[in-house]
């Protein structure tokens, strides 16, 4: 399991290179200024799911995003 330091230095690079860093920086700022409680919301979103929608939904991501990277065995 990587570190604090190293998984907020991955989010923050993934936010800036599909937000750039402006937006990054404005969507960090809305969370703060919202208290948003990921838990919560993911909690609401995911109960509003029907039953195996989440696996469609994933598998058909999966297949248009096919993993191009590196992957470490661990």
């Known amino acids: 399991m990587a570190n ?11 936010l800036v290179d599909n937000l750039g ?7 960090i700022s809305l969370i703060k200024r919202d208290d948003f409680d990921y838990t919560v919301w993911q909690r609401e979103y995911f109960d509003k799911m029907a039953a195996g929608e989440f696996a469609v939904k994933a598998s058909a991501y999966a297949e248009s995003h ?9």
């Open 4 to 14: 604090a330091v190293n998984i907020l230095d991955q989010g923050f690079a993934c």
């Open 66 to 74: 096919p993993y191009t990277g590196k992957a470490q065995v661990l």
């Open 21 to 27: 860093v402006i937006d990054a920086e404005y969507f």
